[in-house]
């Protein structure tokens, strides 16, 4: 689906078709959409296909021949139920956004296999003095809701595992253990994730790809603040999810020792009588 929008008085709205200075948003596009975008908006077919591929990692690339550039960022989201072998469990995952500098039209077009929760917020005008035609301080601004949205996320994560922690303090039960780690596995791509958004991060801050304003610049420190707050963020809460997990599988063993000794205790207790009423039972003399 390809969706067009151009800002006025710093409000997005919707047009019906390309305008010089617009934003184009692509989302889960057919073959002929994949085509258009290299036929039409004359995008670098290498840079259709990262931006398209799931697995790709954040960077910044340029194409020295168009002067294209190719900015690729992770993006958190919940994982659907029906992709989890256990609905139950909340686990997050990340996936890339890809954002096109075309300037020959000066086209700012964002790519993407999946929703995003920040793409749509910009697309309903949530959020105020948004200028499409003002291209890096446009991508300023989505990297900034972006790492947001990363602190919303792991604010989340931290709230779960304190009431996973306060359930297996009254009972140890697999499901919680078994929570903990999908929480583990979201805090260890969260982490990936942040560091790659960090080093792209301070790429477009050189201004070798990008042209950076001096208005701009005050935007990317505070990008480059948030970003840094997550990663922080992402790693306290990786020890203090190690550290619980270590604690309890402690408690887990010294209780596994509690309850063998003590059955090593009645076994002992119970061979005694077994020992007496042996020796009366033999068929000796005396």
């Known amino acids: 689906m390809v969706s067009f929008f151009k800002s006025e008085n710093g409000k997005v709205q ?13 989302l889960e596009p057919t073959a002929e959409e994949r085509l258009w975008l290299s036929q039409q908006l004359l995008i ?12 790709e990692t954040a960077h910044i690339d340029m194409d020295e021949d168009t002067g294209q550039v190719l900015v690729i960022v992770d993006c958190p989201f919940i994982e659907d139920a029906s992709e989890m072998a256990d609905s139950s469990i909340v686990q997050y995952d990340t996936h890339p956004l890809s954002f096109v500098f075309v300037p020959e039209q000066e086209y700012f ?4 296999l999946r929703r995003n929760e920040t793409i749509a917020d910009f697309a309903h005008s949530r959020y105020r003095n948004v200028y499409t035609d003002r291209r890096t301080r446009f991508l300023l601004q989505m990297l900034l809701r972006i790492t947001q949205r990363y602190l919303v996320c792991l604010r989340s ?23 903990m780690l999908g929480l583990e596995k979201s805090l260890v791509y969260f982490s990936t994730s942040l560091q790659g958004l960090e080093s792209t991060a301070s790429r477009i801050g050189t201004g070798r790809m990008l042209d950076i304003y001096e208005d701009d610049r005050e935007l990317l420190d505070d990008v480059m603040i948030e970003i840094r707050q997550a990663v922080e963020m992402c790693s306290i809460y990786t020890s203090i999810l190690n550290g619980i997990t270590d604690t309890f599988s402690s ?12 059955l090593t205790i009645i076994t002992l207790v119970m061979a005694i009588p077994t020992i007496v009423f042996s020796f009366y039972g033999m068929n000796v003399e005396g």
């Open 251 to 262: 408690v887990i063993s010294n209780n596994l020792n509690f309850t063998m000794r003590t």
């Open 14 to 26: 919707k047009i019906d078709a390309l305008e010089p200075g617009c934003w184009v948003d692509v």
């Open 44 to 55: 670098v077919p290498e840079f259709v296909q990262a931006a398209f591929d799931d697995e």
């Open 157 to 179: 994560i931290n709230r779960q595992i304190r009431e996973y922690e306060r359930t297996l303090r009254k009972s140890m039960r697999n499901d919680e253990l078994m929570k």
């Open 109 to 112: 077009v964002t790519l993407s």
